[in-house]
């Protein structure tokens, strides 16, 4: 079983829904981060958690908010979903330390009409 | 602020060529350095990472060298294989900075049989 995964791997919403995408762990890792990842723009970082009771903005947050329900889950929203906010999305996580490698989900591919 | 650019893709090869990707980055301190690998429909995977300069990291074939007096962190492989083909992402990240990683825009590379 994969150690990162996340639900839904596809979605397609409508202009102003909101939305969740879901992400859990098995690594047991205390850090987990969103990123997005458009054509030519690499992977922007959205939000990212030292723990349950740690949560912090990364470059692109405006628009998304997160809940870091446990160690193993952390979810994005967007509350009003955009055309602009089609991408791919990834949650990764890694060990408490500051260089340390991360590790990623399979994605989840978000299409907003 | 840090950055790392990438030689630009699409990069298309024949089997058993000799691949370089080109890697520079700014950084304010002493960063780790990784090559990150994407493989269609997947999420990123660690491939090869180095911690100070000098150092060397190997997997599968593929090298890069940490050079801070060129501030490089070139990616290369003697022969390429069909099953290289993915998308490869440079990275920077400090034990200092809360583990977030700053990315390249990626590097396409197609092996052709």
């Known amino acids: 079983d994969a150690d990162v995964t996340q639900t839904p791997r596809n979605r397609i919403t409508k202009t102003g829904k909101r939305i969740m995408l879901e992400c859990s762990q098995t690594k047991g890792h205390d850090r987990m981060y969103w990123y997005r990842q458009d054509p030519g723009l690499g992977l922007r970082l959205i939000y990212y958690s030292f723990d349950v009771k740690d949560i912090n903005k990364g470059e692109i947050s405006d628009g998304y908010s997160v809940s870091r329900q446990a160690q193993a889950k952390f979810s994005l929203s967007l509350e009003s979903a955009i055309p602009n906010q089609t991408a791919l999305y990834f949650c990764?996580?890694?060990?408490?330390?500051?260089?340390?490698?991360?590790?990623f989900g399979p994605g989840t591919r978000l299409t907003v009409l | 602020g840090d950055s790392v650019t990438q030689m630009e893709g699409p990069v298309t090869l024949s089997e058993e060529a000799f691949l370089t990707i080109n890697c520079t980055y700014t950084?304010?301190?002493?960063?780790?350095l990784f090559w990150y690998v994407q493989y269609p429909g997947e999420g990123l995977q660690l491939l090869l990472k180095?911690?100070?300069?000098?150092d060397k990291g190997s997997n599968k074939g593929f090298e890069a060298t940490y050079r801070k007096e060129t501030t490089s962190f070139h990616l290369e492989k003697g022969s390429v294989q069909v099953s290289d083909s993915a998308v490869y992402f440079c990275a920077l990240s400090y034990d200092t900075n809360a583990g977030k990683s700053t990315f390249g825009d990626g590097t396409t590379l197609t092996v052709k049989p």
């Open positions: 950084a304010t301190g002493y960063p780790s």
């Open positions: 180095a911690t100070k300069a000098d």
């Open positions: 990764a996580t890694s060990p408490s330390g500051g260089a340390d490698t991360q590790y």
